[in-house]
Nanobody, 124 residues
Framework: QVQLVESGGGLVQAGGSLRLSCRASVRTFSSYTLGWFRQAPGKEREFVATINSLGSSTKYADSVKGRFTISRDDAKNTMYLQMNSLKPQDTAVYYC?????????????????WGQGTQVTVSS
């Protein structure tokens, strides 16, 4: 069983930055592809970014490309999402997810493990 715990959310003004963290309680963290998803009120959960188990491949949603950066530190069992140039439309609960795989994937149905989420609110 993999437990994921997000942190780093909060309230920030438009144009500001936040860094989200997702710490995993698993001994084989380096075997997992990881992803970030978000869900705004009244909307479906949507893909944000993913990084493969080797850390060699990343993918981003078009809406965050060039502003967000996903990374991982396997020594710390932690994944990060650096969010810059934040916009009010980035406001959502952000979830991290994991699946034992070599490949990146933007489909939430593929992921086996999910965190509880962390709220990000961007004010205009």
């Amino acid at each position: 069983q993999v437990q994921l715990v997000e942190s780093g959310g909060g309230l920030v003004q438009a144009g500001g930055s936040l860094r989200l963290s997702c710490r995993a309680s698993v001994r084989t963290f380096s075997s997992y592809t990881l992803g970030w998803f978000r869900q705004a009120p009244g909307k479906e959960r949507e893909f944000v970014a993913t990084i493969n188990s080797l850390g060699s491949s990343t993918k981003y949603a078009d809406s965050v490309k060039g502003r967000f950066t996903i990374s991982r530190d396997d020594a710390k069992n932690t994944m990060y999402l650096q969010m810059n140039s934040l916009k009010p439309q980035d406001t959502a609960v952000y979830y991290c997810a994991a699946v034992r795989s070599y490949f990146t994937t933007n489909s939430p149905s593929v992921y086996d493990y999910w965190g509880q989420g962390t709220q990000v609110t961007v004010s205009s």
